[in-house]
Every structure is written in C-alpha cells, then in structure tokens.
C-alpha cells in the first residue's frame, strides 16, 4: 500500500521530450465484489506497487501498467473481484482528448467570453472575469487575493446587483482545489456566466446576497495538468516537499482536525495532507476568504469531481454536526431539482459516512468558521477514466450543476434572510 501513491510522481519526475504517452498502453478497470467493499488490500498482494494508479480512494478504480495486467487479472480471480474494462489504452485516449482541446482551442479562441464548447486554461479564465468586470463595472468586481507557489495571481469575482448596499450575506463558492478535476473548473466558470451575464433573471439571487467565487483554487495543478497528456491526472498542489516529492492535497491541508483521518503521511502520495496545516499559500487564500466573510458567509460550496456527491459536514468523522437537518434540507434542494431537471440522482450525506472520513478539508474548515451551510459538490464522472469528462459533455454537466447551485441558494436565501440590513 505504502508504494503505490508513488506511481504519480515518480512517473512525473523525468519528464521531458517523450514519444507518446507514459499512459500507452495503461488500462483502467472497475472492480466490484460481492464481499468486499474496499480493494485496498489487493494492493498489498502485488508484485512492483509504482505499476498501479488508483484513481478512486477505496481502489476500486485503478489503472494499470501494460506489464503488470497479466499479473492483475490472476490476483482479481483469486480474491473474488469482479472487473470491467473501463478503458482500454489510456494514452491513446489522453492524446485524442489532448488534440481535441486544442483543435477547440482554435475553433474557439478565447473571445471575451468562456463558453461551455471547451476547457479554459487559467489565463483565460483570469481574463474572463476581469473582461465582466469591465463590462458590468457597478456589479462585479475582480479582486487579487494572493499568488499560488508558483507566482500565478489568484482573484476573485464578486458579482452583486449593483444596488450599492454593503453587508450583505454571502454565498462563497470555489473550484479546482483539485487539479485534475477540469469539470468543476467548468462549472464554477459557467455559474459565473450566469450570475454575470444573466442577471436579471436571478435577480433574487443577488438581491440580499453577494456571491464571492474563486474559480481556480490550485492554479499551478490545474495548468501542469494542460501541460500535456502524462500529466492529466495530478491532484495535488505544486510545492516541493523533499527532492522526489511534489505537492500537497489542498483539501487535506485546512486546519480542522488536519491530518487526523482520511491522508496519507507520505509526500508522494496523491493525498498527502502537506508538512502542516496551511503549508499552502493555495489553502492560506481559501482560509482569508473564509474568514474575512464569516458572519456575512451563509453558504460555502466548493466544486470537486467526481462523485454525483453534495456532501456536508463532518468529514473527519463520521458524526453529524447538530444542525445537519439544516445541510440536509439545502443539500436536497439541490439534488431534487437536479434530479426534476434531468434525472441524475445526487446522493446527498455527511463526507465522512458517505465516502470515508477526510480530515483537513476545506468544506469542514469554513462551516466550523461560521459557514451554517457548507457543501462539497462532486459532479458525474464522465469520459472512460471518469476525469476527462469529454469536451462535449461540458455543456450538459454544468448546467445540469447549476441547477442544483441555484436551487441549493434559493433555499439559503429563504433559511438565512438578511438581518442587518443597512438599507437607508
Ligand atoms: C516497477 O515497475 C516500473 C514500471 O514498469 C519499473 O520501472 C521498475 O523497475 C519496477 N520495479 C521493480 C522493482 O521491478
Ligand atoms: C484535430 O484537427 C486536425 C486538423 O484539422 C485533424 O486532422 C484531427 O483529426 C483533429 N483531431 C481530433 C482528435 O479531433
Ligand atoms: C522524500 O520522501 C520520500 C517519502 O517519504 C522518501 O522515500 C524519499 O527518500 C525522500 N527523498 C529525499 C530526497 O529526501
Ligand atoms: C500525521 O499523521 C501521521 C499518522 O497518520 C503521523 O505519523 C505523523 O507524525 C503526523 N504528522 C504530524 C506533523 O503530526
Ligand atoms: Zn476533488
């Protein structure tokens, strides 16, 4: 177990001029079992660790070294797993989606305006929100509020109505704290557009709430991820921890109950919780944010894939908080209306007896700081290693999630109504 976080970075390590992909080849299975319900003890059993890259938290989903599949299929037989080919050469697949994002790319330059036809690099995005700013200079507002490791600027986009009136509640919102989960980068991009460009229609949303969103927590994962095709699947955060180990996982990294449960205490793991809470100047943004708005902060919603999770505190453990009737009743606000407007089932729990407990993670760390309602959304997996939801799924997958933000708000709005109103 304790090799196979490793497989990511070490691959990563010498990366240079490479012919094709170091994912040719690579297959990606599904297990199911009748007995057991984690896999992570298969793992134990294998030959050479660094060949295997689990791409779900209980190893039921992984991918595998073209030298080690012979070896694999043998080990599923005699332990009683059941499998499914998931994908049959993960390179090549990689590469078509690599080549389709920039064919896009020149059919759909960026314009002044981020669509849903493709994924947009961190640069764009950055210049999506300061080209609204300027567009809607009396309801939106760009402002810097920090760099990550490698010195990209990270902003925020408040969108208001415009009436001036300060103090009002806020619903935060962020995305992509995880690298490799480019469809909630999608999505946060796409509520954007809304709350921006579509104003009037969610006039209610903006009437006694202000919405603060950071669009990309992890900038420097997100762009190594576009980097090129082998490295499609980084997680994490991109500050060295020793020589041969990179990055940090964000939401393992947030200062409540930090490194109790859910990490792994190695730096080349994929879910490493980082040398101490908040070692990331990423995580350090997310925290100001927090609580510079609590008190006003009604709402924290953090976009994550994939999962068809809207999950709520705790996650260190899994005990509930006392107010879980209230998480419960927004949580399924939002998966009801999903579920009305196009039939996909969001199973809605506590993190921590949904998935498994996860300490340290951002959606904890702000309804403990004063967020009463605080969700960690986990959108559809899509495309065949679950990820890369193809290009054109975009569309359907973000306006399917806002469906449910919007529905989720709505009922903030009503459960939370502003009380201070400094209206004069
Ligand atoms: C494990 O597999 C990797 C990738 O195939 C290979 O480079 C490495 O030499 C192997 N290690 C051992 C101990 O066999
Ligand atoms: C990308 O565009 C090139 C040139 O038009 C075309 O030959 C290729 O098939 C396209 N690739 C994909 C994956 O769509
Ligand atoms: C970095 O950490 C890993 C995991 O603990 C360890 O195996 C490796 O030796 C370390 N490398 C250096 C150069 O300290
Ligand atoms: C983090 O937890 C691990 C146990 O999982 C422990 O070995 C390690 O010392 C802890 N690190 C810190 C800094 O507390
Ligand atoms: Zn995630």
Redesign the pocket.
Known sequence: MKLLWYAMCSLFIAQTEVKGCIYDGFKVYELTSKIHSSALDLYRMVK?E??YVLLSGRGTIVMV?P?AQAEFLHLLENNQWEHRVLNHDVGLDLSNAFETNRNLTNLYPYKGHAGTDRYYTFDEINRYIEDLAQQYPSRVFVKTVGKSYEGRTMKTIRITNGDGRAKKNVILMDGGIHAREWIAHAAVLYAIGELSNNYQKHAQLLQDYDWVILPVVNPDGYEFTQLSADNRFWRKTRQPINESCIGTDGNRNFDFHWNETGAYWDPCSTIYPGPKAFSEPETIVVRDLIQSLAGRGKMYLTLHSYGQYILYPYGYTNALPVTWRDLEEVARAGANAIMEATGTRYKVGCSGSSIYPIAGASDDYAFNAGFPISFTMELPPGGANKFDPPASDIDRLVKEAWVGIEAMARKVIQKYPLKDSTVL
């Open positions: 050479n660094s060949q070294h030298e």
